[in-house]
């Protein structure tokens, strides 16, 4: 192994992980055109040419009890990963995002003489925050996607580098809803609401039925609405299909991958927590943000007092402020979620304030997100620093 050809080593746990780790790959290859890339990644990844060992699905996993239920399965394989990575000796091991899987096996390269990025804060900065000491332990450089959180880490200690977010150098806002529609088969005069139950199973297999019934709830006031829903893989659009059968919806319209289409098609968005709410705020739509989990963990983690009040979606985050609804746990029922969504509807005076807020965002974020952890992770194989 030669800095000039290193090895890199990296491992996605879900869709935006691996959208992530695909763009890092393509600049790095810029830089290094003869390197290898290896580890867990998804679709995107694969087709940037990493040896994938296992699929990034393997990891997608969501919620405390429901982590427990494949622990057995994880700990085998990220003991069979480590053994891999130790016998390889990767120049460079990037855990991206999948903070529960990822620092742990840092902190294990990392004691065995491997450098380590971790690419993703974890939200130690809104919840858990005594996870920084574990952050200090795995990574030695950490790249941030949002502007607040290298100084976070400085204050502990850590290693830090801005980056900016990907998706807002990829994505531009689309003003044009109606043309969108036409594009995946819609009618292009219609009224539209998307709904974006996530990309994992556990969270599809609670937000689907609510979804359905709010779109039910909203056309019984509108009728000439029309809804469409982006599937993230083929199991998740199994489930959702299912809960429209289920409930006898068949006036929502699915659309296998292709989120991004799906909310320019848009006047308002249902979405789940996560990277989509952000999507959605680059692609400029109004939203509302719906997040469940397993009542047993959600009851868990507000009794050990992990979960404190607090803004939970990324639009709110980066502002400051609640832009946006959210509705968590026992809120995110069909009636308040048609609720938020009409609000949206019948206010444009609002939908244009949001308008500029998003803007004024995206431009925070938009510096070549890319290109820039490329070159930290350059730095870091050149002479161990970000």
Same mark, same amino acid.
Request: charged letters at 25%; glycine letters at 2%; one cysteine or more.
């Given at each position: 192994m030669s800095l000039s050809n290193p090895v890199i080593a990296l491992v996605a746990g879900e869709a935006s992980g691996d959208q992530l780790g695909a763009a890092l790959v393509q600049q790095l290859r810029l830089r290094y055109p003869h390197a290898r890339f290896v580890g867990i990644g998804g679709r995107r990844m694969q087709e940037e040419g990493v040896e994938a060992w296992w699929d990034a699905r393997e990891l997608a996993v969501m919620g405390l009890f429901e982590v427990l239920s494949h622990f057995p399965r994880l700990l085998k394989l990220r003991r069979e990963l480590r053994r891999r990575l130790l016998d390889l000796r990767p120049d460079v091991f990037i855990g991206i995002d999948a903070p529960d899987f990822n620092l742990g096996l840092e902190i294990q390269l990392r004691r065995m003489g491997i450098r380590t990025v971790h690419y993703?804060? *974890?939200?130690?900065? /809104?919840?858990?925050?005594?996870r920084v000491r574990k952050i200090?332990? /795995? /990574?030695?450089?950490?790249?941030? !996607?949002? *502007?607040f959180e290298p100084a976070f880490f400085e204050g502990h200690g850590v290693a830090a580098t801005y980056v900016g977010h990907p998706m807002a150098d990829q994505i531009e806002a689309d003003s044009d809803p109606a043309a969108a529609r036409g594009l995946i088969g819609l009618n292009p005069a219609a009224t539209t609401v998307a709904l974006l139950p996530g990309s994992r199973v556990s969270e599809v297999s609670r937000l689907a039925s609510p979804m359905i019934e709010a779109a039910r709830l909203l056309r019984a006031q509108y009728p000439d609405l029309q809804f469409v829903t982006a599937m993230a893989n083929e199991?998740?659009?199994a489930i959702f299909g299912q809960a429209m059968r289920d409930l006898s919806e068949d006036q929502v319209t699915r659309i296998l991958g292709r989120p991004r289409q799906v909310i320019a098609a848009a006047d308002a968005v249902l979405c789940a927590s996560g990277t989509a709410t952000l999507e959605t705020m680059l692609v400029n739509? *109004? !939203?509302v943000m719906v997040y469940r989990i397993a009542p047993s963990t959600f009851w868990l983690l507000k009794n050990l007092k992990i979960i404190r009040p607090q803004l939970f979606s990324l639009p709110n985050i980066l502002a400051g402020s609640a832009l946006i609804p959210e509705l968590v746990q026992d809120e995110a029922d069909s009636e308040r979620m048609a609720a938020e969504i009409r609000r949206w509807l019948e206010n444009p005076g609002q939908r244009d304030e949001l308008r500029q807020r998003f803007d004024e965002l995206r431009a925070q974020?938009?510096?070549? /997100?890319?290109?820039?952890?490329?070159?930290?992770?350059?730095g870091l194989l050149r002479d161990g620093t970000g």
């Open positions: 993703v804060s *974890p939200t130690v900065w /809104a919840w858990r925050e005594k200090a332990r /795995a /990574a030695d450089l950490v790249l941030c !996607l949002f *502007p199991e998740v659009d739509r *109004p !939203l974020l938009r510096c070549g /997100a890319s290109e820039r952890a490329a070159a930290a992770v350059a």
